[in-house]
């Protein structure tokens, strides 16, 4: 799993520090920075949770693009 330089990005943006947003989401800050290195997979519940506390979509976190952008045949 790679990196999510989005989630950091955005939550720089939001002027939030890693703490602050595993409070508002309800998980521990080594859960976030786990998030933001790519060494942990969330919940889709978490991944929720965050996209509304950052105010953007599922997709413009956590969607990887030209990786899945390959539609399967059949």
Excluded: H
């Amino acid at each position: 799993m790679s990196k999510n330089l989005k989630l950091k990005a955005a939550r720089a943006a939001k002027d939030l520090s890693q703490k602050q947003l595993a409070e508002a989401v309800g998980v521990t800050r080594q859960t976030i920075i786990a998030i933001e290195n790519g060494d942990y997979n969330p919940t889709i519940r978490l991944c929720i949770d965050i996209c509304l506390t950052l105010g953007l979509t599922l997709d413009q976190l956590f969607w990887e693009g030209e990786k899945n952008e390959q539609v399967p045949s059949g």
